[in-house]
Nanobody, 118 residues
Framework: QVQFAESGGGLVQPGGSLRLSCAAS????????MAWYRRAPEKERELVAF????????NYADSVKGRFTISRDNAKKSVYLELNSLKTEDTAVYYC???????????WGQGTQVTVSS
């Protein structure tokens, strides 16, 4: 079955950095665009970053542009999110998922908690 296993979150001070990882399985990763999403407390889930099948195209939410970097390794069936210059408003649970026709798959992992606090 389709599975996503996110890791790498934690508690970090404002201005700090983290690198999130996501291991995917149960589908053909190398032919799937991928994305990172996040859900902050009492807020709707939002799309944070998108990466195309080959990694040649990426796109970011305005709120993270210039600070976050998405990448992928098709051989490892993994997608990554580098978070830099973190702000308190980046606090959320972060999830990865495939993205097809503008929508995520119906399968979600546990996510990884990122908390930015001094």
């Amino acid at each position: 079955q389709v599975q996503f296993a996110e890791s790498g979150g934690g508690l970090v001070q404002p201005g700090g950095s983290l690198r999130l990882s996501c291991a995917a399985s149960g589908f053909t990763f190398s032919t799937s665009a991928m994305a990172w999403y996040r859900r902050a407390p009492e807020k709707e889930r939002e799309l944070v970053a998108f990466i195309s099948i080959t990694g040649g195209y990426t796109n970011y939410a305005d709120s993270v542009k210039g600070r976050f970097t998405i990448s992928r390794d098709n051989a490892k069936k993994s997608v990554y999110l580098e978070l830099n210059s973190l702000k308190t408003e980046d606090t959320a649970v972060y999830y990865c998922n495939s993205r097809t026709a503008g929508r995520p798959s119906p399968y979600w992992g546990q996510g990884t908690q990122v908390t930015v606090s001094s």
